[in-house]
């Protein structure tokens, strides 16, 4: 990148425990032991307050896991944002391009590789499962072009996506919302279910905990428990991300 052409500054925000936003600017590349020919983020971890891990990850060409991601009661997501790439679940090969994904249930294998000619950019989640008694979950595969995009809380100009079926085998979700110019969430929100939130589009005000924060295409944002949320289409064009949900699950005391 060479040297700075202004003074140093960043719209990161970090406050442990409580909520996260980092914009693309400033992120580093991570090396993980089983990735080749890839950049890597860490955007959300245990040492920031969150129960997961959440990565941005650009495999280049001929890149990808030398070893599959696999942990004993781990559960794994991938999101294609751009490229082309294959996702292997176990034995199961899975072709992924723009806006496709893959859920992969607890202590199975998941493997990458960029066979194409381009950067595959993917989202990357992770997450110990939570077991409910006489439930499981299963391998999900989609694509948000195939998915109904439902009005959100009765308002046509919010529409919502959900990833993965509502169904006790599963402890979270995930979801997009896309707001149209001037949309934005029925109320303020504050709630037990803690997000990680990936802008893929557009731009806006989100209110996160007491303050209202401009953010846009790119920028990740994390939110613990109880933080008050809501957020408004300021821009001139749509404004969509993908966020994790944790559900159908009771408290843990």
Same mark, same amino acid.
């Given at each position: 990148?060479?040297?700075? *052409?202004?003074?140093? @500054?960043?719209? %990161?925000?970090?406050?442990? +425990?409580?909520? %996260?936003?980092?914009?693309?600017?400033?992120?580093?590349? *991570?090396?993980?032991?089983?990735?080749? *020919?890839?950049? !890597?983020?860490?955007?959300?971890?245990?040492?920031?307050? @969150?129960?997961? @891990?959440?990565?941005?990850?650009?495999?280049?060409?001929?890149?990808?896991?030398?070893?599959? #991601? &696999?942990?004993?009661?781990?559960?794994?997501? /991938?999101?294609?944002?751009? $490229? &082309? +790439? !294959?996702?292997? /679940?176990? =034995? =199961?090969?899975?072709?992924?391009?723009?806006?496709?994904?893959?859920?992969?249930?607890?202590?199975?294998?998941?493997?990458?590789?960029?066979?194409?000619e381009t950067v595959w950019r993917i989202l990357l989640y992770k997450q110990r499962y939570r077991q409910l008694e006489g439930y499981e979950a299963r391998v999900v595969v989609g694509n948000l072009a195939d998915l109904p995009n439902e009005a959100?809380?009765?308002?046509?100009?919010?529409?919502?996506?959900?990833?993965?079926?509502?169904?006790?085998? #599963?402890? /979270?979700?995930?979801?997009?919302?896309?707001?149209?110019? $001037? $949309?934005?969430?029925?109320?303020?929100?504050?709630?037990?279910?803690?997000? $990680?939130?990936?802008?893929?589009?557009?731009?806006? /005000?989100?209110?996160?905990?007491?303050?209202?924060?401009?953010?846009?295409?790119?920028?990740?944002?994390?939110?613990?428990?109880?933080?008050? &949320?809501?957020?408004?289409?300021?821009?001139?064009?749509? @404004?969509?991300?993908?966020?994790?949900?944790?559900?159908?699950?009771?408290? =843990?005391?």
């Amino acid at each position: 990148m060479g040297y700075p *052409n202004d003074l140093l @500054a960043t719209r %990161a925000i970090i406050k442990h +425990g409580r909520y %996260a936003v980092i914009p693309p600017q400033g992120r580093v590349n *991570n090396v993980i032991p089983n990735l080749e *020919n890839c950049k !890597v983020s860490v955007i959300a971890s245990p040492e920031m307050g @969150a129960k997961f @891990a959440f990565y941005t990850v650009e495999i280049q060409p001929g890149g990808g896991t030398t070893l599959p #991601f &696999q942990e004993e009661g781990i559960e794994t997501f /991938v999101f294609s944002i751009s $490229g &082309q +790439g !294959v996702v292997q /679940v176990e =034995q =199961q090969k899975f072709d992924l391009s723009d806006n496709g994904y893959v859920f992969a249930p607890a202590s199975q294998a998941v493997s990458l590789a960029n066979q194409s000619e381009t950067v595959w950019r993917i989202l990357l989640y992770k997450q110990r499962y939570r077991q409910l008694e006489g439930y499981e979950a299963r391998v999900v595969v989609g694509n948000l072009a195939d998915l109904p995009n439902e009005a959100y809380d009765e308002m046509e100009n919010v529409r919502i996506r959900n990833l993965l079926p509502a169904d006790l085998g #599963f402890d /979270v979700n995930f979801h997009t919302l896309t707001f149209e110019p $001037g $949309g934005c969430h029925p109320f303020v929100e504050t709630h037990l279910q803690e997000h $990680g939130l990936y802008f893929l589009d557009g731009e806006g /005000v989100y209110l996160i905990d007491d303050k209202w924060l401009p953010v846009k295409a790119e920028d990740f944002i994390w939110f613990g428990p109880y933080v008050p &949320q809501a957020f408004y289409c300021s821009g001139r064009k749509n @404004a969509w991300y993908i966020y994790t949900k944790d559900c159908n699950r009771d408290v =843990q005391l």
